[in-house]
Each structure stands twice: as structure tokens, then as C-alpha cells.
């Protein structure tokens, strides 16, 4: 089993910045893939950023050049440096992990976070 538990939301206006964290616990040698997602009310999830153990990254098309994985396999932790932020960021924000990135592109991790919101206010 893996723990994944977020942080770092909070509140910040348009423009501004935020940096948000994963840390994994448990079986965390299984965890290949790492990636956040993001739900905003009456919206579908959507896969924000992954990225596998290798570095490889993958970013949706609305958070390109402005959204950054990362991941310190030495701490099983996972970053996502957001600059630039918009009020249509605001979101719950997930971390899920898995052992490949297929799972997470379907939206079928087997590891998830708790969220942590993001507010971006004008």
C-alpha cells in the first residue's frame, strides 16, 4: 500500500503563484508514474501534470508553460510549482500515483490523495 498526502493549497490571487507536495509512504518502490489532478465544481476531473520516475512529463494544454512537475525520488515526494495562475485553476488538487502512467492518464490510479484546494481570486 501507498500513502499519498498532499499540501500547499490555499488562497492567492490571479497571477500569483503556488507550489503544492506529495509525499508518499508505504510501498513507494511500486510507484512508477506521479501526477496531479485537478476537479473544479461542477466539472469532470482532469489529469493536470504527471510524471514517471525517469522524468518524462506529461501536462494538460491548459497549464503548459505555466505549470511545473517535479519529484525528489530521494524524499517519495512530487511537486507542482504553478505560476501564472487563473481563476479557472481553482480546484480541489489530487495527487495519484501507480505503477505506470496509462492508469493515470485513464483516471484509474491505485493510489490517491485526500486534495488540497486551490482558490485563485481576482
Known amino acids: 500500500q501507498v500513502q499519498l498526502v498532499e499540501s500547499g493549497g490555499g488562497l492567492v490571487q490571479a497571477g500569483g503563484s503556488l507550489r503544492l507536495s506529495c509525499a508518499a509512504s508505504?510501498?513507494?518502490?511500486?510507484?512508477?508514474?506521479i501526477g496531479w489532478y485537478r476537479q473544479a465544481p461542477g466539472k469532470q476531473r482532469e489529469l493536470v501534470a504527471a510524471?514517471?520516475?525517469?522524468?518524462?512529463?506529461n501536462y494538460a494544454d491548459s497549464v503548459k508553460g505555466r505549470f511545473t512537475i517535479s519529484r525528489d525520488n530521494a524524499k517519495n515526494t512530487a511537486y507542482l510549482q504553478m505560476n501564472s495562475l487563473k481563476l479557472e485553476d481553482t480546484a480541489v488538487y489530487y495527487c495519484?500515483?501507480?505503477?505506470?502512467?496509462?492508469?493515470?492518464?485513464?483516471?484509474?490510479?491505485?493510489?490517491w490523495g485526500q486534495g488540497t484546494q486551490v482558490t485563485v481570486s481576482s
Open positions: 508505504g510501498s513507494t518502490l511500486s510507484i512508477n508514474a
Open positions: 510524471i514517471t520516475s525517469g522524468g518524462s512529463t
Open positions: 495519484a500515483a501507480d505503477q505506470g502512467m496509462l492508469k493515470l492518464r485513464l483516471g484509474v490510479a491505485s493510489y
